[in-house]
């Protein structure tokens, strides 16, 4: 079985362009998260979809990010502009529940530089 | 403060050592804890959910002292294998699924 799956894998931008960052989750997972982890600081979560919901979108650092999942497959966190500070590895994570209990399973990451 | 924080390392012990990772977490609702495994460059995994009972797996053994707000995690006869980030993780009641890392522990097991 396929697992969680990202792309590109890795992405270097100008300050103020825009990336889209995508995420396939396995199959059948409806819980969907979103971590990052800049340098030198532990990951730390973004959001969480269920199907196409967004569940808890606590950990989006501002509105330049966005992220969606219409239909409730894949899943893109858009930033726009980017700045220095987002450059980091963007984490995707599935779950077949949401519960406390459920184990993630994480994509390879989305390694981000903007310069 | 850190909600979960971890020993800085890195550990550099050689094949066979015993090795223990310590952890504490600040949260008293954390409610699932979790020991994941990073190689270089690699997604986080799962290596082991820890019980307050303790549980263990062949080398690994897990516990969990919820006065205490401490999780351990214990590699016995380590392996060159074993070298890797050791993540210390914590999920709080009423927050779903969102999982808080420990900023990791980097183990080098050398021959």
């Known amino acids: 079985e396929a697992g969680v799956t990202q792309f590109p894998s890795h992405s270097v931008i100008e300050k103020g362009q825009t990336v889209t960052l995508r995420c396939d989750p396995i199959?059948?997972?409806?819980?969907l998260y979103w971590y990052r982890r800049v340098m030198g600081k532990e990951i730390k979560f973004l959001l969480h979809?269920?199907?196409?919901?967004?569940?808890?979108e606590s950990g989006m650092p501002n509105n330049r990010f966005l992220a969606e999942r219409t239909g409730g497959t894949y899943s893109t966190l858009k930033v726009q502009p980017a700045e220095l500070e987002d450059s980091g590895v963007y984490f995707c994570?599935?779950?077949?529940?949401?519960?406390?209990?459920?184990?993630?399973?994480f994509g390879p990451g989305t390694r981000l530089t903007v310069l | 403060r850190k909600e979960v924080e971890q020993d800085p390392g890195p550990f550099n012990v050689p094949e066979g050592a015993t090795v223990a990772f310590n952890c504490t977490y600040s949260?008293?609702?954390?409610?699932?804890f979790f020991w994941y495994r990073q190689d270089c460059r690699k997604e986080p995994k799962l290596l082991m959910s820890?019980?307050?009972s303790g549980n263990e797996d062949g080398r690994f053994t897990a516990q969990l002292n919820r006065a205490s707000q401490y999780i351990s995690l214990l590699i016995r006869d380590s392996k060159l294998s074993d070298s890797a980030t050791y993540l210390c993780?914590?999920?709080?009641?009423?927050?779903?699924?969102?999982?808080?890392f420990g900023q990791g522990t980097e183990l080098s097991v050398k021959p």
């Open positions: 199959s059948g997972h409806d819980n």
């Open positions: 994570a599935s779950s077949q529940g949401g519960s406390l209990y459920n184990e993630q399973f």
């Open positions: 820890v019980y307050s």
């Open positions: 949260n008293s609702a954390s409610q699932s």
């Open positions: 993780v914590v999920n709080n009641y009423n927050q779903g699924g969102k999982l808080i």
């Open positions: 979809f269920v199907k196409e919901s967004k569940q808890d």
